[in-house]
Antibody, heavy 128, light 106 residues
Framework: EVQLVESGGGLVQPGRSLRLSCKGP????????MSWVRQAPGKGLEWVGF??????????EYAASVKGRLTMSRDDSKSIAYLQMNSLKTEDTAVYYC???????????????????WGQGTLVTVSS | SYELTQPPSVSVSPGQTASITCSGD??????ACWYQQKPGQSPVLVIY???KRPSGIPERFSGSNSGNTATLTISGTQAMDEADYYC?????????FGGGTKLTVL
């Protein structure tokens, strides 16, 4: 059974850092791209970023709103994806979901992507 | 940047058909998918690649995508379908979500 389990959320002051983890038992973790999606209280879903599988270079893409402050990485030997969050702002307050990504490619170009499994989410609160 | 627009709310009577739209420039040229989110729960994928249902999703959920509009249709809507629904597409190495639609089953 595919599972995604996030951890690392909590209360943090503005300007500080936090690292979220997402462990993914139940599937061959290294074969998949992974992504983070966040949801501010009472708001909609906002994509944060994703990291490709090593087979596709393990490279990353980020939303403009977080580029330069949030960084994704992965350790396939441990089946864990990480989200390093630096210079946190109050507007980063949200539930952060880890997701497994299914990518559609044509001639090596990504033409579509969707999230087939989601974790339970971890709450990050940025406040002084 | 690419944008997807959804109506904030849709109401439907039990047993009737609910249609939730998602609009974006030439959206029909892209793959659209849909997620259902109930209060206090994580989102669940209900439609991917415009019209495919993941395993375990009831047949009453269907999708279409043409022109500038993708549509999620729920036939024979049940009380358990009351939830927020989000469309999503891929654009230039980024993922875009619609703002979400609250489906109320009256």
């Amino acid at each position: 059974e595919v599972q995604l389990v996030e951890s690392g959320g909590g209360l943090v002051q503005p300007g500080r850092s936090l690292r979220l983890s997402c462990k993914g038992p139940g599937f061959t973790f290294g074969d998949y791209a992974m992504s983070w999606v966040r949801q501010a209280p009472g708001k909609g879903l906002e994509w944060v970023g994703f990291i490709r599988s090593k087979a596709y270079g393990g490279t990353t893409e980020y939303a403009a709103s977080v580029k330069g402050r949030l960084t994704m990485s992965r350790d396939d030997s441990k089946s864990i994806a990480y989200l390093q969050m630096n210079s946190l702002k109050t507007e980063d307050t949200a539930v952060y979901y880890c997701t497994r990504v299914r990518i559609t490619m044509v001639r090596g170009v990504i033409i579509g992507a969707y999230f087939d499994y989601w974790g339970q989410g971890t709450l990050v609160t940025v406040s002084s | 940047s690419y944008e997807l627009t959804q109506p904030p709310s849709v109401s439907v009577s039990p047993g009737q058909t609910a249609s939730i739209t998602c609009s974006g420039d030439k959206l029909g040229d892209r793959y659209a998918c849909w997620y259902q989110q109930k209060p206090g729960q994580s989102p669940v994928l209900v439609i991917y690649q415009n019209n495919k249902r993941p395993s375990g999703i009831p047949e009453r959920f269907s999708g279409s995508n043409s022109g500038n509009t993708a549509t999620l249709t729920i036939s024979g809507t049940q009380a358990m379908d009351e939830a927020d629904y989000y469309c999503q597409a891929w654009d230039s190495s980024t993922v875009v979500f619609g703002g979400g639609t609250k489906l109320t089953v009256l």
